[in-house]
């Protein structure tokens, strides 16, 4: 490192929050589902199979709980008899193989028979606070019945098919956080494991894995008996569950940026202290190369069949490839990790630089895992009446220069719309010049209402306060309270333009999927993407035990 490159610094917003970067982010030890994994194997929740009624098709219920040191959290699952014709990844479904609720406690036999009259009906079903998710998830076509034919002959299912899929069923939509009558998010926000984003969706999701390797053995066991083998914990622990992940989380982003800094400045406040560490052992020198060569291997079996994201794939691998030869001399140094990330900062594609982040996170876990508290956040606060007109302006041009850089009134600037579907239940996006329903477009363009706020206020006296313009303009009031709240957080806005003909939705979906801790981004369109949750996570008696496999890298 040169004198003249100073101290390590945060990265600036301008860097971190442009989609295209947010489009190749990876997971991390801070991203939720390894929260939640770390917290059940600390605590040692112990896992309890309840129910398998389940007939010879896998047709029936499914009860499993998971009790840590305060609660019990139970998986109510109903699985039916569906078509195959009929499986689909959209939300627009009527039919699923199974549905589930996450009951909070264990349900009574009440509790089953009212969940089981609603839980198939999903959003047309009826909940209560006692439910904290709701959740529907198909089989694979590609693995699933292999797998139970294969168990069945007493064998166990193709290695090779079993890694290409990652797999045996396919989530289609979790809601939790109140959605449909089922517990409001404050109903359980001040529970400890819980406080965290998304533990309540991310466990359900962790059940429904663990449900599913128990369905394909059961099914197997009822078609040959003593002579059907079990799924190896080595497979079971590398399959996830599937996920389908379209344009209704894209607009969470731009609707919780108080929760969306909060995750960022977590992850950046993160590499920072990574970076600031003086000197490696030989010993941490060692580890990191050998989670580097997980990372490559994981790259390397990789493959999708967007062209875009298979170029960007096999780029990454080049990359990989020259960090491993340049860590072969180069981490023996003052600041190693900094000189890493600079040397990445320089030479690596985005794909290259997120998984350098994802790499020095992981290694530097007891250093890290502590900023994991702050990455929960409330909603944004009242408006301020009594600022000045001046004073809102000073904000914006302080802080929203990359709003006013854009040109906003270009044709291409303006080319897309975001609108809900009534007929889809979705988030869809339409071209503003060519299709209908630009009357009903959904408030993302953030950064246009910004510079459109500004030109307003122009015309104004600055010493006029923030009430009388809203007395008078209060279509303004959510710019306004955006604007007075957000301004001095850096990483709470995403800095680019959605409404531009050039953007790709799927880059929001990646950013927000990587927090979750997916992986296994597969492209179908610049509009949906598959995925895979939980996959090389320790099972449940991992879990018991006290014990967590390597698993942000899982591969073959």
Same mark, same amino acid.
């Given at each position: ?15 971190? !929050?442009?989609?295209?970067? !947010? ?13 939640? @994994? ?25 009860? &499993?709980?998971?009790?840590? $040191?305060?609660? /019990? ?45 609603? /839980? ?19 089989? #694979? ?9 294969? =168990?069945? #002959? ?52 962790? =059940?429904?894995?663990? %449900? ?43 609707? &919780? ?7 960022? !400045? ?108 702050? %990455? ?6 009242? @408006? ?36 809900? #579907? ?6 869809? @996006? ?21 510079? !459109?706020?500004?030109?307003? =206020? ?26 007075? &709240? ?11 333009? =959605? ?5 790709? $939705? ?22 949906? /993407? ?27």
């Amino acid at each position: 490192m040169t004198a003249a490159e100073g101290a390590p610094q945060l990265r600036p917003p301008g860097e971190v !929050m442009r989609l295209e970067r !947010m489009g190749a982010s990876f997971p991390t030890r801070l991203s939720f589902m390894r929260q939640l @994994v770390r917290r059940m194997i600390r605590e040692r929740w112990r896992f309890e199979r309840l129910r398998l009624d389940l007939d010879h098709n896998g047709i029936g219920r499914t009860l &499993h709980a998971v009790h840590g $040191p305060h609660r /019990t959290y139970s998986l109510v699952g109903f699985s039916g008899s569906i078509d195959p014709r009929e499986r689909t990844d959209r939300v627009i479904a009527n039919v699923w193989d199974t549905t589930f609720s996450l009951f909070d406690g264990v349900p009574g036999a009440a509790d089953i028979e009212r969940l089981e009259a609603n /839980t198939p009906r999903q959003e047309a079903g009826r909940f209560r606070a006692s439910e904290l998710v709701l959740a529907r998830a198909n089989r #694979s076509g590609r693995i699933f019945d292999h797998a139970v034919e294969r =168990l069945a #002959s007493g064998r166990q299912p193709r290695r090779d098919l079993m890694d290409e899929v990652g797999y045996l069923m396919r989530t289609t939509a979790v809601y939790g956080s109140g959605k449909f009558g089922c517990a409001d998010r404050d109903r359980i926000a001040g529970r400890d494991e819980l406080r965290a984003p998304f533990q309540a969706e991310l466990l359900a999701v962790y =059940l429904i894995r663990w %449900m599913s390797v128990d369905l394909v053995n059961h099914m197997a066991r009822q078609r040959s008996g003593h002579e059907a083998a079990e799924l190896s914990e080595d497979l079971a622990r590398a399959l996830g569950i599937g996920n389908a992940t379209g344009l209704g989380m894209a607009p969470f982003l731009v609707k &919780h940026p108080l929760l969306i800094n909060n995750w960022v !400045m977590a992850r950046e406040s993160a590499l920072l202290r990574v970076r600031k560490v003086e000197r490696a052992t030989p010993q941490a020198i060692r580890e990191f190369r050998d989670l580097l060569d997980d990372a490559r291997r994981h790259v390397a079996a990789w493959t999708v069949d967007d062209p875009e994201q298979s170029a960007r794939i096999s780029r990454l691998g080049d990359d990989l490839s020259h960090l491993d030869t340049w860590c072969k001399n180069g981490l023996d140094c003052e600041r190693p990790w900094d000189a890493l990330w600079r040397l990445a900062s320089r030479h690596l594609s985005l794909e290259g630089q997120e998984m350098v982040v994802a790499l020095l996170l992981e290694h530097q876990g007891a250093l890290v895992d502590g900023l994991c508290e702050a %990455m929960s956040s409330g909603g944004l606060p009242a @408006v301020k009446p009594a600022m000045p007109l001046g004073d809102l302006i000073g904000l914006i041009d302080d802080h929203y220069g990359w709003a006013l850089s854009i040109d906003h009134a270009a044709r291409e600037s303006r080319q897309r719309f975001w609108y809900y #579907s009534e007929e889809k239940l979705e988030p869809r @996006v339409g071209d503003r010049y060519a299709e209908p329903g630009a009357d009903m477009e959904m408030a993302v363009a953030i950064g246009r209402d910004v510079a !459109m706020l500004r030109a307003r =206020l122009m015309d104004h006296d600055r010493l006029e306060s923030v009430a009388d313009f809203l007395l008078a303009a209060p279509e303004w009031r959510s710019t306004v309270r955006r604007v007075q &709240h957000l301004a001095h957080l850096p990483y709470a806005e995403i800095r680019d333009n =959605l409404l531009a003909a050039d953007r790709r $939705p799927l880059d929001i979906l990646r950013f927000k999927l990587a927090f979750f801790g997916a992986n296994g981004f597969d492209p179908k369109s610049a509009l949906w /993407t598959r995925v895979t949750l939980f996959q090389g996570a320790p099972l449940p008696g991992d879990i018991s035990d006290g014990t967590e496999p390597q698993w942000l890298f899982p591969h073959p």
